[in-house]
């Protein structure tokens, strides 16, 4: 674990105010839920991810919908890719989304290119492709995204729907 030697003071409240650096460098922001555990008498604060807490469901629908539709999928949370179809896993999996996927998951809204255009899933890696993203919608905060995309063809509209149908699904588990 790497300390940056920065002390703060804890309020009469109980309160203390994560440094705006640390804050920034881990995309925190207000209204996010931390996780706070205790671990050899120091004090974990670890960012919450509702879509992480349902990973073994996500992983379940990734990989029926991606073995059975011939098409590559990424569903991610807000900090990283938490599921992929199984032959993406070394190329996306846990790794940290780009700042382009976390500003389509803010806008809440479907994207899709009939085009083959270039876009970053994950940092430094630009991907030349046909998509349809979703935003994860629950309890009306943006949580994550389904990714569905193809290198090599477009994608019919039953394929360009199932960004959304996945994210809906995913809903479901989450606000369960």
């Given at each position: 674990?790497k ?31 931390l ?12 960012k ?11 992983c ?13 999928i ?8 938490v ?46 492709c ?8 629950s ?20 394929e ?9 699904l ?7």
């Amino acid at each position: 674990m790497k300390t940056i030697g920065i002390v703060r003071r804890i309020d009469d409240l109980g309160r203390i105010v994560i440094p705006k650096e640390i804050r920034n460098t881990l995309r925190i922001k207000s209204g996010d839920n931390l996780d706070v555990m205790v671990y050899d008498n120091k004090i974990i604060l670890q960012k919450f991810s509702n879509v992480a807490k349902v990973e073994n469901v996500v992983c379940d629908y990734v990989s029926a919908f991606s073995s059975s539709l011939h098409i590559d999928i990424l569903v991610s949370d807000r900090d990283r890719i938490v599921s992929s179809s199984d032959f993406l896993k070394d190329k996306y999996l846990n790794k940290e989304i780009s700042d382009t996927l976390l500003r389509l998951i803010d806008c809440r809204d479907k994207v899709s290119s009939k085009q083959k255009a270039d876009i970053e899933f994950i940092n430094g890696k630009l991907d030349s492709c046909y998509y349809s993203i979703s935003s994860i919608v629950s309890n009306s905060d943006a949580v994550g995204s389904v990714v569905v995309f193809s290198s090599d063809r477009p994608l019919s509209a039953i394929e360009d729907s199932m960004s959304s149908v996945l994210a809906k699904l995913l809903v479901k588990h989450l606000e369960y």
